[in-house]
């Protein structure tokens, strides 16, 4: 009877349909079983849920041809525009900096 509550609960959960106290309830449960067990129900939980595409040969050979035949190196590297607003903010910046290094010799 535990199995299928914990079942129920993990479908549940896994579907969004979980209200507060049903999470709190597998959170006990799980807490209670041991390792194995807990395994064991997952297991059982993706078995229900596995799903398996069958390819037919020509179908996965042409696949392995696609990823095969992309080049190795389609990466570019991209150069970052520089504006004039870049230009201005750096020669601002510079001329703080030269008026805080001023004052502090002055000083």
Same mark, same amino acid.
């Given at each position: 009877?535990?199995?299928?509550?914990?079942?129920?609960?993990?479908?549940?959960?896994?579907? =969004?349909?979980?209200?507060?106290?049903?999470?709190?309830?597998?959170?006990?449960?799980?807490?209670?079983?041991?390792?194995?067990?807990?395994?064991?129900?997952?297991?059982?939980?993706?078995?229900?849920?596995? #799903?398996?595409?069958?390819?037919?040969?020509?179908?996965? =050979?042409?696949?392995?041809?696609?990823?095969?035949?992309?080049?190795?190196? =389609?990466?570019?590297?991209?150069?970052?525009? #520089?504006?004039?607003?870049?230009?201005?903010? #750096?020669?601002?910046?510079?001329?703080?900096?030269?008026?805080?290094?001023?004052?502090?010799?002055?000083?």
């Amino acid at each position: 009877m535990k199995t299928d509550r914990i079942q129920y609960l993990l479908e549940n959960y896994l579907s =969004q349909n979980c209200s507060l106290d049903e999470k709190k309830e597998l959170n006990m449960l799980i807490n209670l079983l041991e390792v194995e067990d807990l395994k064991a129900e997952l297991r059982a939980l993706c078995n229900n849920y596995r #799903t398996e595409m069958i390819l037919s040969d020509k179908d996965s =050979q042409d696949i392995l041809k696609n990823i095969l035949s992309e080049k190795k190196n =389609q990466h570019r590297t991209l150069r970052k525009k #520089t504006t004039w607003s870049v230009y201005l903010r #750096t020669i601002s910046v510079a001329a703080s900096l030269l008026l805080l290094v001023s004052v502090g010799i002055y000083i």
